[in-house]
């Protein structure tokens, strides 16, 4: 049988990607700095941005946590990446879903450093904190101003990239017990 | 009044680190010390040898709240030095970068720092479940100034578009209009700003300062102007060296100023500028300015927030205005030359007057640098003041003074990091 032209030439629409629409309401945000191992956060969010479509998670790099307080509302699930202090050796990766003792506030020194917790917490009292807030970090290695990303972090970079996919996708996702 | 020793160690909800020593005699305070020990970062000595055109994105590393102050100061008087002029255009440009940093560090210090302290909370995150929509107000109007922050300088946190003879950069007209209507808000959110802090309690605690400030005949000042002080004084910059002096003092890794002749303390900051200039506010803030009940000039520090927030009326006004007229120029910086010589500029930091000095080689580099920012300006005043206020705050309980104290120093919104080129409160009792 013949079809008219503008069947062929404009066939039966392909079936929405679902994937596409998945993670709209996610924000992932990288913390940090041009500095060594503190580009941690940022460098895993410019991996990211390889792995998705774009704006699907929503990805952002930020000097501050305070900057945080800008891009939260309306995020029904809220990714940080950044290096930290307090796990084992340099390079190695874990999550914490908030709220979670290991992000206790502190003092809260200064406008300059308003600390991640601090903002999570700020932010909760609003009323404004996204229902799901994960936060992985990567423990950094000694290091100056100025430094590169130090070898294992570097290395141990992609697998944090891959541990995020996964839990972005639910399938190993993020608990306390990580 | 016994012989009582008070420290505070680590000031809270100041930027940077610092401590304050108080020590009490039989009879009266016998010695107050705001201790900075923030380490020195010795930026002065960092650009040495470097191009010039690295001193607006090194010396913007100095803070993260006030980059475009140094930028600005830096800028001005490397231009200074290479007898280059910028055309009106770029010079309003650069005005609207700096109604941007104004907004969002008054803004912070307002509602985050400051503001807890007259409700009565300890910290800002106690306040913002009471007072919820306040805060939220003051988070956007923060947002507000860093949107344009971003548009102007390429990034809220250490913006990368400033340059010696302009911008990198021009910014499109449509960015800057998709910016009005949040503007147009955020107007109306600095005018409730105003009269929220106005509202508040202040002691009754007046001090004697000499107020110091960039003036300007035409406008409010921020990039240029004279020096002018509270005694009638309107001085040229070249003059500031000779008329300002930084001195080190043992238990400070930051520098204290004070008057070369008089060797005297002087305030700088909001309550200065204010004071000095009250008549060069925008329309709206100099109604405000009466409204709020207020004798301009204030020599009252707890009144110092609502100078800022005035100053935040302005600063969303004159944007305002800005970005409504917005003609794109047809050059981002003016073309300049190499040559020896030496140039200084003042602006006007959100803390107060940020003198820079750079001598400069015929190839373009710094031989030499001075910085002299608003808080180490401020420090010798903020002790004569914290002396003046020992005896009034002083009961048995010495955390209750510490908090006291510390309460002061926030009224001052002392940028430490900056002051140290490097709130422990420990009191001692007899």
């Given at each position: 049988?013949?079809?008219?032209?503008?069947?062929l030439?404009?066939?039966?629409p392909?079936?929405?990607?679902?994937?596409?629409?998945?993670?709209?309401?996610?924000?992932?945000?990288?913390?940090?700095?041009?500095?060594?191992?503190?580009?941690?956060?940022?460098?895993?969010?410019?991996?990211?941005?390889?792995?998705?479509?774009?704006?699907?998670?929503?990805?952002?790099?930020?000097?501050?946590?305070?900057?945080?307080?800008?891009?939260?509302?309306?995020?029904?699930?809220?990714?940080?990446?950044?290096?930290?202090?307090?796990?084992?050796?340099?390079?190695?990766?874990?999550?914490?879903?908030?709220?979670?003792?290991?992000?206790?506030?502190?003092?809260?020194?200064?406008?300059?450093?308003?600390?991640?917790?601090?903002?999570?917490?700020?932010?909760?009292?609003?009323?404004?904190?996204?229902?799901r807030?994960?936060?992985?970090?990567?423990?950094?290695?000694?290091?100056q101003?100025?430094?590169?990303l130090?070898?294992?972090?570097?290395d141990?970079?992609?697998?944090?990239?891959?541990?995020?996919?996964?839990?972005?996708h639910?399938?190993?996702?993020?608990?306390?017990?990580? | 009044?016994?012989?009582?020793?008070?420290?505070?160690?680590?000031?809270t909800?100041?930027?940077g680190?610092?401590?304050?020593?108080?020590?009490?005699?039989?009879?009266?305070?016998?010695?107050?010390?705001?201790?900075?020990?923030?380490?020195?970062?010795?930026?002065?000595?960092?650009?040495?040898?470097?191009?010039?055109?690295?001193?607006?994105?090194?010396?913007?590393?100095?803070?993260?709240?006030?980059?475009?102050?140094?930028?600005?100061?830096?800028?001005?008087?490397?231009?200074?030095?290479?007898g280059?002029t910028v055309?009106?255009a770029?010079?309003?440009?650069?005005?609207?970068?700096?109604c941007?940093?104004?907004?969002?560090?008054?803004?912070?210090?307002?509602?985050?720092?400051?503001?807890?302290?007259?409700?009565?909370f300890?910290?800002?995150?106690?306040m913002?479940?009471?007072?919820?929509?306040?805060?939220?107000?003051?988070?956007?109007?923060?947002?507000?100034g860093?949107?344009l922050?971003?548009?102007?300088?390429?990034?809220?946190?250490?913006?990368?578009?400033?340059?010696?003879?302009?911008?990198?950069?021009?910014?499109?007209?449509e960015?800057?209009?998709?910016?009005?209507?949040?503007?147009e808000?955020?107007?109306?959110?600095?005018?409730?700003?105003?009269?929220?802090?106005?509202?508040?309690?202040?002691?009754?605690?007046?001090r004697?300062?000499?107020?110091?400030?960039?003036?300007?005949?035409?406008?409010?000042?921020?990039?240029?102007?004279?020096?002018?002080?509270?005694?009638?004084?309107?001085?040229?910059?070249?003059?500031?060296?000779?008329?300002?002096?930084?001195?080190?003092?043992?238990?400070?890794?930051?520098?204290?100023?004070?008057?070369?002749?008089?060797?005297?303390?002087?305030?700088?900051?909001?309550l200065?500028?204010?004071?000095?200039?009250?008549?060069?506010?925008?329309?709206?803030?100099?109604?405000?300015?009466?409204?709020?009940?207020?004798?301009?000039?204030?020599?009252n520090?707890?009144?110092?927030?609502?100078?800022?927030?005035?100053?935040?009326?302005?600063?969303?006004?004159?944007?305002l205005?800005?970005?409504?007229?917005?003609?794109?120029?047809?050059?981002?910086?003016v073309?300049?030359?190499?040559?020896?010589?030496?140039?200084?500029?003042?602006?006007?930091?959100?803390?107060?007057?940020?003198?820079?000095?750079?001598?400069?080689?015929?190839?373009g580099?710094?031989?030499?640098?001075?910085?002299?920012?608003?808080?180490?300006?401020?420090?010798?005043?903020i002790?004569?003041?914290?002396?003046g206020?020992?005896?009034?705050?002083?009961?048995?309980?010495?955390?209750?003074v510490?908090?006291?104290?510390e309460?002061?120093?926030?009224c001052?919104?002392?940028?430490?990091?900056?002051?140290?080129?490097?709130?422990?409160?420990?009191?001692?009792?007899?």
């Amino acid at each position: 049988m013949l079809r008219s032209l503008h069947q062929l030439l404009d066939p039966l629409p392909a079936r929405p990607d679902r994937t596409t629409m998945k993670f709209r309401q996610t924000l992932v945000v990288g913390l940090g700095s041009p500095h060594g191992d503190d580009q941690a956060g940022w460098l895993a969010t410019d991996a990211l941005a390889q792995r998705f479509p774009p704006n699907d998670p929503v990805l952002r790099k930020a000097n501050s946590a305070s900057e945080l307080l800008d891009w939260i509302d309306g995020v029904g699930r809220l990714i940080i990446v950044d290096a930290c202090l307090g796990l084992n050796r340099p390079g190695e990766f874990r999550c914490w879903r908030w709220p979670h003792r290991a992000m206790a506030i502190g003092k809260w020194a200064g406008s300059h450093d308003m600390p991640l917790a601090a903002v999570l917490d700020l932010a909760h009292r609003l009323g404004r904190l996204p229902p799901r807030v994960e936060v992985w970090g990567i423990q950094s290695g000694e290091q100056q101003l100025g430094d590169d990303l130090s070898a294992a972090v570097r290395d141990a970079l992609p697998y944090l990239v891959d541990a995020i996919v996964e839990s972005l996708h639910e399938v190993t996702p993020c608990t306390n017990d990580h | 009044m016994s012989g009582r020793r008070i420290k505070v160690q680590a000031l809270t909800r100041v930027e940077g680190e610092g401590g304050l020593y108080i020590k009490l005699g039989p009879q009266d305070v016998e010695e107050v010390c705001l201790e900075i020990y923030e380490p020195p970062r010795l930026f002065e000595a960092l650009l040495r040898g470097r191009p010039l055109e690295d001193v607006p994105d090194i010396t913007a590393r100095i803070c993260g709240i006030c980059p475009v102050a140094y930028q600005m100061s830096s800028v001005h008087a490397l231009e200074s030095a290479l007898g280059v002029t910028v055309p009106p255009a770029i010079r309003q440009l650069r005005r609207l970068l700096y109604c941007g940093e104004w907004i969002e560090s008054h803004t912070l210090h307002m509602y985050l720092l400051n503001a807890p302290d007259f409700l009565g909370f300890e910290s800002g995150l106690a306040m913002a479940e009471r007072y919820p929509d306040e805060v939220n107000r003051g988070l956007r109007m923060k947002k507000h100034g860093n949107q344009l922050l971003e548009v102007m300088g390429g990034r809220a946190i250490h913006p990368i578009n400033v340059a010696v003879g302009g911008f990198f950069r021009l910014p499109r007209a449509e960015d800057l209009q998709r910016l009005v209507p949040d503007f147009e808000w955020g107007l109306q959110a600095a005018v409730e700003t105003a009269r929220w802090v106005a509202g508040f309690e202040f002691p009754d605690f007046c001090r004697d300062y000499q107020l110091v400030s960039l003036a300007h005949p035409e406008e409010y000042p921020m990039n240029e102007g004279c020096i002018a002080t509270s005694d009638g004084e309107s001085l040229a910059v070249g003059s500031f060296e000779n008329e300002f002096e930084e001195r080190q003092v043992p238990h400070s890794t930051a520098l204290h100023a004070v008057r070369r002749h008089a060797q005297t303390p002087y305030l700088v900051g909001p309550l200065a500028r204010v004071g000095l200039n009250v008549d060069q506010l925008s329309p709206t803030a100099r109604r405000l300015a009466v409204e709020v009940g207020i004798a301009w000039p204030s020599r009252n520090p707890f009144q110092s927030i609502v100078a800022r927030a005035l100053e935040v009326v302005h600063a969303f006004e004159e944007a305002l205005t800005i970005l409504r007229d917005y003609q794109r120029p047809a050059h981002a910086r003016v073309a300049y030359d190499y040559r020896d010589g030496r140039g200084c500029a003042a602006t006007e930091a959100p803390r107060g007057l940020l003198y820079h000095r750079y001598d400069v080689t015929a190839d373009g580099k710094i031989r030499l640098a001075k910085i002299v920012p608003p808080t180490s300006q401020n420090q010798a005043q903020i002790e004569t003041d914290l002396r003046g206020w020992v005896p009034v705050a002083l009961q048995d309980d010495d955390d209750a003074v510490a908090r006291s104290c510390e309460n002061l120093v926030r009224c001052y919104d002392p940028c430490i990091s900056c002051s140290t080129h490097f709130l422990r409160v420990q009191i001692e009792r007899p």
